[in-house]
């Protein structure tokens, strides 16, 4: 059988050569059609047209994002109309405030003879929205009191802190937006980072703004020393005396052979003065209980130095003849 010869898939040379000329013609032509129809002055588009707002940024702050351009419909030459869509070589039209802080909005309609003479020699159709909105507060100053946040320091066992917290400087002066600052209470929470303190505190920290206000607040001190005295309570246990008030003949304690302890912390700079003191364990009859026949003791005295004082045991058992 004779052999069939294979088709082929390429191009010959001359082919090629023909559908180079066609392809460069075609895009000649394009690129004319294109030229000539943007040297045209009858075309009409919608654009995103930069805009930038202007106002004192030493009395005002923005408390959310300023809008960055403005929708417009503009008519022109298709060169222009170009450039303006894709925001070739465009300056952002300003748009001026004076007092920003009394509206939170200005009407397109007032920009629209400024705005055309700003786009020329492109003319200005019409602006899609009747108002431009911004949220702008005027800048305010307050001073607040530090105070001592109780949730970032513990102390050691049986140490107290003693006299007022000290602060210096006395007050700390915040600068933002009036409606952030004015809704402050009064108090700055200060944060120690301490734990089991069991001696004196001199300490710098360092302020910061709470994540919460973002870079809208600052705080124009930097540092704050924070300062207090702390003492010990020293634990301790007396034996009491016994000393029976209002008793008739015949009511006695059921065990009138009780011994009656107490237990306390007191101020380690008071300890001298405790050796001086007799306590006693009052039982006043009429202050007993009449349902259950018991009688609560009282300790006396009962100095303002002692903490924690309890008696053991703490109730007693009445006994009728």
Do not use: H
């Not at 392809?23 to 930038?52: G, Q, S």
């Amino acid at each position: 059988m004779p052999e069939t010869k294979k088709a082929s898939n390429r191009f010959s040379p001359k082919k090629l050569s023909n559908l180079k000329v066609v392809v460069l013609c075609i895009a000649a032509a394009t690129t004319f059609w294109i030229l000539n129809a943007l040297n045209k002055d009858d075309y009409n588009t919608i654009v995103d047209f930069p805009v930038e707002i202007i106002y004192d940024q030493n009395e005002f702050v923005a408390v959310a994002s300023l809008p960055k351009t403005l929708e417009i419909e503009i008519a022109g030459n298709g060169w222009d109309l170009l450039r303006k869509y894709f925001n070739f070589n465009n300056d952002s039209y300003q748009v001026e405030l004076n007092n920003p802080a009394s509206t939170n909005y200005i009407l397109t309609a007032d920009l629209k003879r400024s705005l055309g003479d700003f786009l020329s020699p492109t003319q200005l159709v019409s602006v899609l929205k009747d108002s431009l909105k911004f949220n702008i507060d005027k800048i305010t100053t307050v001073k607040l009191k530090p105070v001592l946040d109780s949730m970032s320091f513990s102390m050691a066992k049986n140490f107290r802190i003693i006299d007022q917290i000290s602060f210096s400087p006395e007050s700390i002066t915040l600068r933002g937006p009036s409606s952030m600052l004015d809704s402050l209470t009064g108090s700055f929470r200060i944060f120690l980072d301490e734990s089991r303190i069991n001696k004196s505190i001199d300490k710098e920290i360092s302020l910061a703004e709470p994540e919460a206000w973002g870079e809208l607040v600052q705080i124009e001190e930097e540092e704050i020393n924070v300062k207090f005295e702390v003492i010990e309570f020293l634990e301790g246990n007396k034996r009491l005396k016994i000393k029976k008030i209002n008793f008739p003949k015949s009511v006695s304690l059921a065990n009138e052979d009780v011994t009656i302890m107490i237990s306390y912390l007191v101020d380690q700079r008071k300890s001298s003065e405790l050796k001086e003191l007799e306590f006693e364990a009052v039982l006043d009859y009429y202050k007993r209980n009449k349902e259950d026949s018991t009688l609560t003791v009282q300790v006396k005295p009962k100095p303002a130095y002692l903490e924690k004082v309890v008696a053991v045991p703490a109730i007693l058992k009445l006994k009728y003849e």
